[in-house]
């Protein structure tokens, strides 16, 4: 079974940064959409940046210039940079990955448990 395991939250002042780990275990095959969501209370889940196997990134309006997505394929790892953080990127951030499952010959969605990152004075 797959599993997605985040790391990097935390606690950090506005202006600056964190970096968001995830990495995929278990049988995995092929990897195309990888990138990370967020939910902020009373709000609903929106995509923050996201990789493809055959495009190039996409990023949430607010995230542009400031957050770098990246993958790390050799160990099916997806990362976030995220530089100059504001009060409103407060949210719990999900790992989201569409992996093949060769098996079942189909592609799954699989999503992180959520890391919280909180940007506060």
């Known amino acids: 079974q797959v599993q997605l395991v985040e790391s990097g939250g935390g606690l950090v002042q506005p202006g600056g940064s964190l970096r968001l780990s995830c990495t995929a275990s278990?049988?995995?095959?092929?990897?195309?959409?990888f990138g990370w969501y967020r939910q902020a209370p009373g709000k609903q889940r929106e995509l923050v940046a996201r990789?493809?196997?055959?495009?190039?990134?996409t990023y949430e309006d607010s995230a542009k210039g400031r957050f770098t997505i990246s993958r790390d394929n050799a160990k099916n790892t997806v990362l976030l940079q995220m530089n100059r953080l504001k009060p409103d990127d407060t949210a719990v951030y999900y790992c989201?990955?569409?992996?093949?499952?060769?098996?079942?010959?189909?592609?799954?969605?699989?999503w992180g448990q959520g890391t919280q990152v909180t940007v506060s004075s």
């Open positions: 989201f990955a569409t992996i093949r499952n060769t098996i079942a010959d189909r592609w799954f969605d699989y």
């Open positions: 278990g049988t995995v095959f092929g990897i195309s959409y």
């Open positions: 990789t493809e196997s055959d495009g190039g990134p």
